[in-house]
């Protein structure tokens, strides 16, 4: 298998099927490989019912579904550590990002003979269109200042969801993955440039998606106690380790 996209997942019934008719098509137009999983992290609804439909269509497509709901980290890493592609992409099922823009991803690890290739929303050649909420706008700029700061200097964008790399970047860094909710891209960042891994940013065109289920609320304390707990585990050599526990 060349390329697997990994979808994670959660009450995503109502906006994923347009995602995965582009990423049918998309498939079917390369000239290799591609495998599909999409990552069910417990939902309520009928994801998990339309997906497992979907698989019986299209063998393009493969289910990993448990309960209860876990985060969107565990699911990233259930799907990453499943998946058999010499390169492992993870997208989000709204469709903020046409999942075209993966030959970009492919072209630049090849070209930086890099091993994790990022989409940045911030780049100045990127294209963003539609609009989030003021809360939700200043929870990102929020972040953005704290990661930035304490532990991933010169990353303008950690946490857009399509990020690509290696099979054995993958399964490094993802087996160790202790950060299972929000920011668990910031580990996985984190970790990465520990282990001396090297991070391209690409730039990318973006479109807000309405419907999403994070909660503003959550998300504050959130962005603190995670950036807090990556950047101590980051700045004592934590990192540096390919065995810590999980």
Known sequence: MYLSIVIPAYNEEQRITPTLDSVAVFARQVDFPVEVLVVDDG??????????????????????????????GYAV???????TGEYRLFMDADGSMAVEQALDFLEALQQNDAQVAIASRY??????????SWLRGAISRL??????????????????????????????????????????????????????MKIVEVP???RHVAGTTLAPWRAVPSVLGTTIQV????HTGRYRTTTESR
């Open 231 to 234: 950047a101590w585990r980051y």
């Open 43 to 72: 939902s309520t609804d009928g994801t998990a019912a339309l997906i497992e439909a979907r698989s019986r269509e299209d063998d393009l497509f493969g289910l990993i579904s448990y309960r209860p709901n876990r985060g969107k």
């Open 143 to 196: 972040g953005r200042v704290l990661i930035g700061l304490t532990v991933l200097p010169g990353i303008t964008d950690s946490q857009c969801g399509f990020k690509l790399f290696t099979s054995e970047a993958a399964a490094t860094l993802f087996s160790n993955l202790t950060v299972r909710r929000w920011g668990f891209d910031v580990e996985i960042l984190a970790r990465a440039r520990a282990l001396d």
């Open 123 to 132: 780049h100045e050649d990127s294209r963003r269109t539609g609009e989030e």
């Open 77 to 83: 890493h259930a799907g990453m550590l499943a998946a």
């Open 204 to 206: 990318v065109e973006w």
